[in-house]
Nanobody, 119 residues
């Protein structure tokens, strides 16, 4: 199983980006999918999560600006990021709890995509 994140880049404050993360491999089903980020010199922090049924939760710092969604048919999770701020600059990682045969509920991480917000 692999997770491949894409969509990062450089934007000015107030701009938008949309991240995508595709899970591939011998997947039976996917439970929660999530995004985390690591800012320079800091630990990796939770950003947003979405359950298989579509229930979402967000870090307080991104509520109202970021939206997580998923396409179960494509094994893909998205993160729409609006009103970006310099403090959002980080490497963004996707994460998923995936069921395979014979292992259920294992957590997989993508390699990360860089988001830079600067004027």
């Amino acid at each position: 199983v692999q997770l491949q994140a894409s969509g990062g880049g450089s934007v000015q404050p107030g701009g938008s980006l949309r991240l995508s993360c595709v899970a591939s491999g011998s997947i039976s089903s996917i439970n929660d999918m999530a995004w985390y980020r690591r800012a320079p010199g800091k630990q990796r922090d939770f950003v947003a999560r979405i359950s298989s049924g579509g229930t979402t939760n967000y870090a307080n710092s991104v509520k109202g600006r970021f939206t997580i969604s998923r396409d179960n048919a494509r094994n893909t999770v998205y993160l729409q990021m609006n009103s970006l701020e310099p403090e959002d600059t980080a490497v963004y990682y996707c994460n998923a709890r995936i069921n395979t045969t014979p292992y259920n509920g294992m957590i997989y991480w993508g390699k990360g995509t860089q988001v830079t917000v600067s004027s």
